[in-house]
T-cell receptor, first 111, second 114 residues
Framework: KNQVEQSPQSLIILEGKNCTLQCNYTVSPFSNLRWYKQDTGRGPVSLTIMTFSENTKSNGRYTATLDADTKQSSLHITASQLSDSASYIC??????????FGAGTTVTVRA | NAGVTQTPKFQVLKTGQSMTLQCAQD?????MSWYRQDPGMGLRLIHY???????DQGEVPNGYNVSRSTTEDFPLRLLSAAPSQTSVYFCASSPSGGAFGEQFFGPGTRLTVL
């Protein structure tokens, strides 16, 4: 069964600090991996997409990495801001049009 | 563009009642889907549609029906509500199939079944 595991489940960081979220998956055959940001009470919004041949993709202060060999991805948040407080969801697509969702990591940024 | 809209935002039902969650998109996307989100779990696919007149079951379809008479609208019907259907429901659309297209999500409907 295709699975996506995210860690940690939640974390608290001080404003201005960096943090890294992890995503491990067993989805096969792999098509692409997206990171979504979900603010409280709202739907998820796509941050980045990575295909098999991409190692790194940035979107402002968000940088995603992908190691397709070990089936791991990370999302790094640089110089965190209060607006980064949200849940971050890893979504892996397989070539048969199936999406597998992680449970998400809840990030709380404190002033 | 309004994107993906969902109504209502909140709903409380009694066990056995039926209702329809509305979803509409104005982006002319072919692919639409319904998910439920429960604490500690990833989003789970209920039903999806690859175009008007075509629907199919997802991972957790029991107790739900859908129809797709137009490209824009994709309502989700709860036939006889049960407490296990208490959840947050998200509708999403995509310009192409789920494997390759970015999912655009609506704001969600929080449903409580007593």
């Amino acid at each position: 069964k295709n699975q996506v595991e995210q860690s940690p489940q939640s974390l608290i960081i001080l404003e201005g600090k960096n943090c890294t979220l992890q995503c491990n998956y067993t989805v096969s055959p792999f098509s692409n991996l997206r990171w979504y940001k979900q603010d409280t009470g709202r739907g998820p919004v796509s941050l980045t997409i990575m295909t098999f041949s991409e190692n790194t993709k940035s979107n402002g202060r968000y940088t995603a990495t992908l190691d397709a060999d070990t089936k791991q991805s990370s999302l790094h948040i640089t110089a965190s801001q209060l607006s980064d407080s949200a849940s971050y969801i890893c979504v892996v697509s397989s070539n048969d049009y199936k999406l597998s969702f992680g449970a998400g990591t809840t990030v709380t940024v404190r002033a | 563009n309004a994107g993906v809209t969902q109504t209502p935002k909140f709903q409380v039902l009694k066990t056995g009642q039926s209702m329809t969650l509305q979803c509409a998109q104005d982006m002319n996307h072919e692919y639409m889907s319904w998910y439920r989100q429960d604490p500690g779990m990833g989003l789970r696919l209920i039903h999806y549609s690859v175009g008007a007149g075509i629907t199919d079951q997802g991972e957790v379809p029991n107790g739900y029906n859908v129809s797709r008479s137009t490209t824009e609208d994709f309502p989700l019907r709860l036939l006889s509500a049960a407490p296990s259907q208490t959840s947050v429901y998200f509708c999403a659309s995509s310009p192409s199939g789920g494997a390759f297209g970015e999912q655009f999500f609506g704001p969600g409907t929080r449903l409580t079944v007593l």
